[in-house]
């Protein structure tokens, strides 16, 4: 059995699923996906979300489905929300190594018994 789209009469498909397969089997086509089982927050019930992210030669979508006491609801996340998103994880990710390095670097530092370079001497390179 293949996870490909069986229903391939166009007319009983909704959005989601005529994005969907339209990108299926696409040069270059990739996909993956996760299922998470959120235990709530704030403003949003417990609930399972299926995330799908296909990617293309010519495009790269994020198809999210969430499952709670309400209902279900379907998104369809285009190829500038989905870059814009990954340029936001990388940019955050960054700063937070950037801002833990400092921390273990001023750890480092106030230790009485820090020794730079493990004790040994700095030797620069011969080139």
């Known amino acids: ?15 989601f699923e005529r994005a969907r397969e339209s ?20 403003f949003l019930p417990q609930g399972t ?3 799908e992210t296909i990617k293309t030669n010519e495009s790269l979508a994020i198809f999210l489905q969430v499952i709670d006491k309400d209902g279900g609801q379907r998104i369809v ?7 814009a998103i990954y340029r936001q994880s990388i940019s955050i990710t960054r700063a937070r190594r950037s801002v833990g390095a400092k921390q273990a670097m001023e750890k480092r530092m106030a230790d009485p018994n820090y020794e730079p370079f493990g004790g040994k001497p700095f030797r620069k390179n011969k080139d």
């Open 49 to 51: 979300w299926i995330i």
């Open 1 to 15: 059995m293949t996870n490909q789209p069986q229903n391939s009469d166009s007319s009983f498909l909704d959005k």
């Open 23 to 42: 990108m299926w089997g696409q040069p270059g086509f990739q996909r993956r996906n996760s299922t998470v089982i959120s235990s709530g927050w704030v």
């Open 77 to 83: 996340l285009p190829q500038k929300v989905c870059e």
